[in-house]
């Protein structure tokens, strides 16, 4: 069973840092654009970052500047570094993973920063 699993969330204070991981459990990740989303309450999931294979990297324009995605293809893990979080950052934060013509999504974690 192909699984995406966040970790890394939390409460943290406006201004603040926090890192999301996201761990796949198969290979075909290797070669699969990723990308982090994120669902504010009563609003739709929206793309926050991707990175492909090759390591391009696009962002929300409300999250340029501020946060970093990186992928370790040794690990299997893709990460979403996030700073100066502001309180619109709030939301639930989803893995996805697109290999070739599929798609997949982590369970989503909570990230919750407080003003």
């Known amino acids: 069973q192909v699984q995406l699993v966040e970790s890394g969330g939390g409460l943290v204070q406006s201004g603040g840092s926090l890192r999301l991981s996201c761990l796949a459990y198969?290979?075909?990740?290797?070669?699969?654009?990723m990308a982090w989303y994120r669902q504010a309450p009563g609003k739709e999931r929206d793309m926050v970052a991707t990175?492909?294979?090759?390591?391009?990297?696009t962002y929300a324009d409300s999250v340029k500047d501020r946060f970093i995605i990186s992928r370790d293809t040794r690990e299997n893990t893709v990460y979403l570094q996030m700073n100066n979080l502001k309180a619109e950052d709030t939301g639930v934060y989803y893995c996805?993973?697109?290999?070739?013509?599929?798609?997949?999504w982590g369970q989503g974690i909570q990230v919750t920063v407080s003003s």
């Open positions: 198969a290979n075909i990740f290797k070669l699969a654009t």
């Open positions: 990175i492909t294979k090759g390591g391009t990297t």
């Open positions: 996805n993973g697109r290999p070739g013509n599929l798609e997949f």
